[in-house]
């Protein structure tokens, strides 16, 4: 199927008429409840039931078949069973039905991948697209239409949910109505057979009553595209997701630290931070921030300010603000300011502003009034302990006119702790669509989401960084290894890799024998390092192949011959080409830094920065993202991993050249971007020295795809 006669996804969420192939006579069928929901939702457009037996349905028509319609069908809901499901799908094709969504399962959710791609293949060759299989179906507030075997009762608002679990997604229907929470659509995206989240957020980007996305994702199978939609989408409006599986299992196996570091759920959440998605860590996370991205205005600046009738909530939400990433505004002279008039003599005008266990619900409005009246505050966290001057019972009239007032253009968060009675009232104010919470990390998690969401869409958009590397010697070095049929590159050949690409290395020669290892040594100057050089060898240090330090002639001569013997010892029948003898460079006069570049299984080029050195995997201080991406981006990832700090200087020493750690992140991307050839590159230990004394590749390890690709 080619772009031009792609149906428009429009069509799948603001159908003009629907088809129910498998409609049932039987209430207690899947078929019966999709026609009700479809009637009971009040759906404008027409509606086909199709079912062998005809009669009627619910007040209409059922047919026994799609060519007994008149007119054209939109979309087709397939409730029929596994076995018959291709020749509803032909049926469908004769009809020129545009979208297909297949609830029935028994696909490749069971095995059966042959039968789903069949399905799909003649789909696309007949101008259908697939939503599905094994799924729940889809509810759009934007075509009036709940094409679900789902609750009934769905209430609208603007939340856009896509889900990959039928089940959770069910779920999500009624937990939604539960918390309040309208939905401007629900998706069951399934097996996702060709319908993706990609595809559906080419509608939502766009569609006015959606505020928020949440999406739930087991597995992304297009990731390249999806990244682009997700960058596009998140300047827009939030999107929040939750993905299962933080196991290592679905890490692609490979020679290389990269590749044994690439978890698969590290790379998936480090992704969706450069999209300027927002991860939840739950349910109940992801559905509170999308309640407050739906009632709460977006902040305008970074001052936030926490008002507290106890010092201990306050110091402890200071910390929560600290976690989620909600900047605490400080200045002295603006507090008092706006505070001055609203806080008792004996209370804090400092941040946050403690009004004292004596404060009333009359002092609380009034600071709470100053807060959003005062040009240079720009968010509200308000929190209480119950005391004997707390009234409870004005707690939800109070919050409400505060919160409902017009000219509250400021987010606000509420948090109250105490017993039965204001648990009562918070339940009621929550009723009323007040953003309050039982427990206040959970309201500062909401504000540090929009935060996040705020920073990300203000960001100035860059062009992702452009960088020169002469592709032309990377391939002719590929082409050599090809010929030798390895999918590795020799010390020497990634060496000259690096050099195309502007990555300093220590001077270095292959010695084919002892005399050359000498001469090589001699010619470079010592102290050099010996490696061994073998194709049968990958891990050089595993197998006694490397030897450091060497100071003269005689120590040249013990550690050729001892490479030679641990190398025979540790695999006999290894091909030994000779050692390469490598400028000595002093470790302790930098940073151990690592930098990695791999073709991931679902977003396709990523790279990877972190501390390095022989404890890479112990320590697992390291970051990804995907490739390309912009300088500010680099700078942001180098930024992100723990040992950070050590860049930065510490214990008096110097900082550290970041921005050649920036640029070796860049040109190692790009060596993978423009050669198709390479699945896998390393180099680490990257020393990297004081500012502006740059930094040094010690070791570079390159993997090549297992099929050729370059002429």
């Known amino acids: 199927m080619t772009q031009a006669n792609k149906p428009d996804i429009k069509y799948l969420f603001e159908p003009r008429s629907v088809a129910i192939i498998g409609a049932s006579h039987s209430k207690g069928k899947i078929g019966y409840k999709m026609v009700e929901n479809i009637v009971y939702g009040g759906y404008k457009g027409k509606i086909y039931p199709i079912n062998p037996k005809g009669g009627e349905m619910l007040g209409l028509r059922a047919y026994t078949g799609l060519d007994e319609v008149e007119g ?73 239409i709940n094409a679900t075997f789902g609750p009934k009762d769905i209430m609208e608002g603007g939340v856009s949910i896509i889900t990959q679990s039928g089940a959770l997604g069910i779920a999500m229907i009624g937990k939604t109505k539960a918390e309040n929470i309208g939905l401007s659509s629900i998706i069951s995206l399934g097996n996702k057979a060709d319908v993706d989240e990609a595809d559906l957020l080419e509608y939502l980007v766009n569609e006015e009553r959606t505020k928020v996305i949440m999406m739930y994702i087991e597995g992304i199978k297009e990731g390249e595209r999806l990244i682009c939609k997700l960058k596009e989408i998140t300047r827009k409006k939030p999107v929040v997701v939750i993905k299962s599986g933080r196991s290592k299992r679905g890490a692609m196996a490979a020679a290389s630290h990269t590749g044994s570091l690439a978890g698969a759920d590290e790379v998936f959440s480090s992704i969706m931070t450069q999209c300027g998605v927002l991860r939840a860590e739950s349910i109940e996370e992801a559905l509170n921030w999308c309640k407050f991205f739906t009632e709460i205005p977006a902040p305008k600046g970074e001052n936030c300010v926490i008002i507290t009738n106890g010092g201990g909530i306050g110091v402890m939400c200071a910390d929560a603000c600290e976690k989620y990433g909600v900047e605490l505004y400080d200045d002295i002279k603006t507090m008092k300011d706006a505070f001055a008039d609203a806080v008792p003599p004996f209370g804090s005008l400092k941040n946050p502003v403690d009004l004292t266990g004596g404060a009333a619900i009359e002092d609380y409005e009034r600071c709470i009034r100053a807060a959003l009246n005062h040009k240079n505050i720009d968010s509200i966290i308000c929190l209480g302990c119950e005391a004997a001057v707390f009234d409870v019972d004005k707690l939800p009239d109070m919050t409400e006119s505060i919160f409902k007032d017009k000219r509250n253009l400021k987010p606000i968060v509420f948090s109250f702790v105490g017993g039965s009675r204001l648990e009562e009232k918070i339940g009621e104010m929550r009723r009323r669509g007040i953003p309050v919470f039982p427990e206040l990390y959970s309201g500062v998690s909401c504000l540090g989401a929009a935060y996040r969401q705020f920073r990300y869409s203000k960001a100035q958009v860059e062009p992702d960084a452009v960088v020169d590397i002469d592709a032309d010697t990377i391939n002719e070095v590929i082409r050599g290894a090809r010929a030798d049929d390895r999918t590795f590159l020799l010390a020497h050949e990634s060496s000259r890799v690096m050099e195309a690409a502007g ?209």
Not at 83 to 92: N, P
Not at 126 to 131: E, I, K, S
Not at 555 to 577: P, T, W
Not at 586 to 594: L, P, Q, S
């Open 72 to 144: 054209d069908i939109d979309m087709a809901c397939i409730v029929v069973p596994a076995k018959y499901t291709f020749d509803a799908v032909r049926e469908c094709a004769r009809k020129n039905v545009k979208y297909l969504v297949v609830i029935t399962s028994g696909f490749s959710e069971i095995g059966n991948r042959d039968e789903e791609n069949q399905i799909v293949e003649f789909a696309k060759e007949n101008g259908m697209r697939v939503l599905g299989p094994n799924i729940f179906g889809i509810y759009s507030a934007g075509g009036k």
């Open 503 to 711: 990555i300093i290395m220590p001077q270095s020669r292959v010695a084919r024998n002892l005399d050359e290892a000498v001469k090589y040594a001699e010619s470079i100057g010592y102290p050099v390092v010996m490696k061994v050089v073998s194709k049968d060898i990958i891990h050089k240090s595993d197998a006694g192949g490397v030897a450091l330090d060497l100071d003269n002639k005689e120590e040249i001569i013990d550690a050729y011959q001892a490479i030679m013997r641990n190398c025979k010892a540790y695999k006999a029948d290894a091909l030994i080409e000779g050692v390469e003898i490598a400028e000595m460079v002093n470790i302790k006069a930098g940073v151990e830094t690592i930098i990695g570049a791999r073709i991931d299984g679902s977003f396709g080029p990523t790279v990877m920065f972190g501390l390095g050195g022989i404890y890479v995997e112990v320590m697992k201080d390291v970051t990804f993202r995907s490739f390309p991406l912009t300088h500010r981006e680099a700078v942001k990832m180098v930024s992100e991993i723990k040992s950070y700090a050590l860049l930065l200087g510490v214990r008096g020493e110097k900082k550290k050249d970041i921005n050649e750690v920036v640029n070796t992140i860049l040109k190692v991307g790009a060596i993978l971007q423009k050669c198709s050839d390479i699945s896998d590159i390393e180099v680490n230990p990257l020393i990297v020295y004081e500012e502006g004394k740059g930094a040094k590749a010690l070791d570079a390890r390159i993997l090549l795809t297992k099929s050729k690709v370059v002429e």
